[in-house]
């Protein structure tokens, strides 16, 4: 069975400070890895990471995607209140489980001002 | 304008009564999920359509029934509602396959209590 473990399972920093969350997989025939926010309801899509696109960047956010290491890694610098969330992983493998997100149970980030 | 809605939000029961959630999406896209939310906030997928024909069945009772009557819906009935079915329901849809072509958009989710 596909399984995604996520660490830590919470983290509380302060405004300005720089946080790496982690994402470890074992999936078979991976396809691509996912990372989501979600704040109070619906998950919102940060990054896709495939085997042809291992790193990923927008603003203070940035992602890298391990294939040897079966891992991922999602940055984020100069934190803010709003970054308060929780950050999901999300694996898909190939064959009949295309299509089908398998997530980790989220990192719970606190950012205090 | 909202892409995937999700009717009701809330949702208050008692145990054995039969509910629906019904869902929408305005995004012209061809796949359209159920994923369930527990307590533990473990997000874990039940079904999945594409162009109305089921692909993705987990593990989910049979009290689950899904519906697709066109590209744009996917329905969620639950008969015979137990305690453990409290959780929140949210349905995504994805343009082809998620995390093949493209990502999933959720909608805002239902909150199911079953008293």
């Known amino acids: 069975e596909d399984k995604v473990v996520q660490s830590p399972l919470s983290l509380v920093v302060h405004e300005g400070d720089t946080v790496t969350l982690n994402c470890s997989y074992e999936?078979?025939?991976?396809?691509?890895l996912l990372w989501y926010k979600q704040e109070k309801k619906a998950p919102t899509f940060l990054f896709m990471l495939?085997?042809?696109?291992i790193e990923k960047k927008s603003g203070r956010l940035s992602s890298i995607l391990d294939k040897k290491e079966l891992s991922s890694i999602l940055n984020i610098t100069a934190t803010q209140t709003g970054d308060s969330a929780i950050y999901l992983c999300?694996?898909?493998?190939?064959?009949?489980?295309?299509?089908?997100?398998?997530f980790g149970q989220g990192t719970i980030l606190t950012v205090h001002p | 304008d909202t892409a995937v809605s999700q009717t009701p939000k809330y949702l208050v029961t008692q145990m054995g009564n039969d509910k629906s959630i019904k869902c929408e999406q305005n995004?012209?896209?061809?796949?359209m999920y159920w994923y369930k939310q527990d307590s533990k906030k473990f997000l874990k997928i039940m079904f999945s359509?594409?162009?109305?024909?089921?692909?993705i069945n987990e593990t989910v009772p049979n009290r689950f029934s899904p519906k697709s009557p066109d590209k744009a819906h996917l329905n969620l009935h639950i008969n015979s509602l137990e305690l453990g079915d409290s959780a929140v329901y949210f349905c995504?849809?994805?343009?082809?396959?998620?995390?093949?072509?493209?990502?999933?958009?959720f909608g805002e989710g239902s909150r199911l209590t079953v008293l």
């Open positions: 995004l012209g896209h061809d796949t």
């Open positions: 995504a849809s994805s343009l082809g396959l998620a995390g093949l072509s493209g990502e999933l958009f």
């Open positions: 495939t085997s042809s696109g």
């Open positions: 359509y594409n162009n109305k024909e089921l692909i």
């Open positions: 999936v078979t025939n991976f396809r691509s």
């Open positions: 999300a694996v898909v493998a190939g064959g009949t489980s295309y299509g089908k997100l398998t």
